[in-house]
């Protein structure tokens, strides 16, 4: 039965019943380690690509089974596992437009992950602005995309369009909107849904590939009960699921944790039974904490973010003293992350703690600098010689590899940007005290 409905478990379970002599890596043999005796329940099942596990990258197995019950779940056409989290699925969807030739045309709230892909892949980005809102959610109308997709068909170029959705704070675009806008234009619709993989199964599916996108990355490790680093990409198109992975394999290890793995299987099994009720209901139990909470300015309507306006940094302090350790904090907001793993009596401990706190007064961030023409082309300047430079010292000069706190991990000047005055400033707010410039001469 567990090897029909969750095949990686019953892998796991009757390798580790046999007990062979392990003579293949890893190390510890199954066995338990002096040293992390608080790993031992797990070291049995942690696994390489033995015979019979399957190859991540090649999947033709109990891998491939896991996966594509994973994507009936969804309705997605395809789902490839990952071990390196939507870290590694962004690098493997940006791979495709680069094999594609496409212009990237990307709202500027984007997660230090995709920069990165980008610097690796050698893609250039053309960022579109939110209408409104901060440097972590914004909201950016259809319609401007819509501009600067026509703006690259007309320089004879093939466009792709990459958003951020839900994004730090739990703002959402409208998806199958900006779907409608790419098809126009047949443009690839990319989704960073890292902060999304519960979207399916509120009582409005909302998740991107249900909405249009053709691409999307789901950090089950974020919102669902699987391991850290477990995360789903899902292709619309069945069809292009061999070319994922061969995207995949070029930056993934060669030694995917099968731990992980069988997390992500599980949270499929555990939406299949149960968990999806599970989804809605905590979604709703939120919502009525959310309205019991007329004190507090909540942002973004994405139901397991809980935001709030407010000095996030002194009332990060407070909620520790009261045993909540938040997800983000700065001078702005709070950021709350709750999952359907947050029992009931801790989310009504949640909203009496917070009942009793006066939120204080969120500071005014400085506004997102202009957009401007970058001055190095992206991956030139994030390997080139740099130096750090105190931020007074840094204006007018070009932005080496970006520096950036994790979380949000949102860049607020980009590789070969030229750092401006409201860079500066905004950079300044955010706490970062130097930065990295390109070498000059
Ligand atoms: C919006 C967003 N995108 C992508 C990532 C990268 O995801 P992962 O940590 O699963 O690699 C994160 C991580 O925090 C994120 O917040």
Redesign the pocket.
């Known amino acids: 039965m567990l090897e029909k409905e969750q095949p990686i478990a019953g892998f796991l379970s009757d390798y580790a019943h046999k007990k062979p002599i392990r003579a293949h890596m890893p190390g510890h043999k199954g066995k338990p380690v002096p040293g992390f005796e608080m790993l031992s329940a797990v070291t049995p099942f942690d696994i390489t690509e033995i015979e019979g596990a399957d190859s991540l990258f090649e999947a033709d197995g109990i891998l491939r089974t896991a996966e594509e019950q994973t994507a009936a779940l969804y309705g997605s056409g395809a789902v490839c596992y990952s071990a390196g989290?939507?870290?590694l699925c962004?690098q493997a969807m940006l791979a495709q437009m680069k094999a594609e030739r496409r212009t990237v045309i990307a709202a500027r709230t984007v997660?230090r992950?995709f920069l990165n892909a980008c610097v690796l892949l050698g893609l250039e980005v053309r960022y579109v602005f939110p209408d409104n809102g901060s440097l972590l959610s914004g909201s950016y109308s259809p319609a401007k995309f819509a501009a600067a997709l026509q703006d690259a068909v007309q320089k004879g170029e093939r466009p792709c369009v990459y958003v951020?959705s839900p994004?730090?704070l739990g703002g959402m675009q409208d998806i199958a909107a900006l779907s409608a806008v790419c098809k126009q234009y047949g443009a690839p619709l990319l989704v960073?849904n890292?902060?999304g993989a519960h979207l399916a199964f509120l009582p409005e599916n909302r998740h991107p590939i249900a909405l249009g996108a053709d691409y999307c990355c789901d950090?089950a490790?974020k919102m669902l009960p699987a391991l850290t680093g477990g995360?789903w990409l899902h292709c619309k198109n069945a069809a292009m699921k061999p070319l994922m992975k061969q995207h995949m394999q070029l930056f993934g290890s060669t030694s995917p944790s099968y731990l992980i793995l069988q997390s992500l299987e599980a949270s499929t099994y555990w939406l299949k039974n149960g968990g999806t009720e599970a989804v809605r209901h905590i979604a709703a139990e939120i919502a009525s904490l959310r309205a019991k909470l007329p004190q507090y300015h909540f942002l973004g309507d994405e139901p397991f973010h809980l935001s709030i306006a407010a000095d996030g940094i002194r009332l990060a302090g407070t909620l520790r003293q009261n045993g909540v350790e938040c997800e983000y904090a700065d001078k702005t907001c709070l950021v709350l992350l709750l999952s359907p793993m947050t029992e009931p009596d801790e989310l009504a401990r949640l909203g009496e703690i917070l009942a009793a706190i006066d939120p204080g007064t969120p500071a005014a961030a400085p506004p997102l600098p202009e957009p401007s023409t970058p001055a190095m082309p992206l991956r030139e300047a994030a390997l080139a010689p740099c130096e750090m430079l105190p931020l007074s010292a840094a204006e007018g000069r070009i932005c080496g590899p970006v520096q950036v706190p994790c979380?949000p991990?949102v860049p607020i000047v980009m590789s070969g940007e030229r750092i401006t005055g409201d860079c500066l400033r905004l950079l300044e707010f955010y706490g970062l005290k130097q930065i990295c410039c390109v070498k000059q001469g």
């Open positions: 989290g939507s870290t962004i997660h992950a951020t994004d730090y960073d890292a902060h950090s490790h995360a979380p991990a």
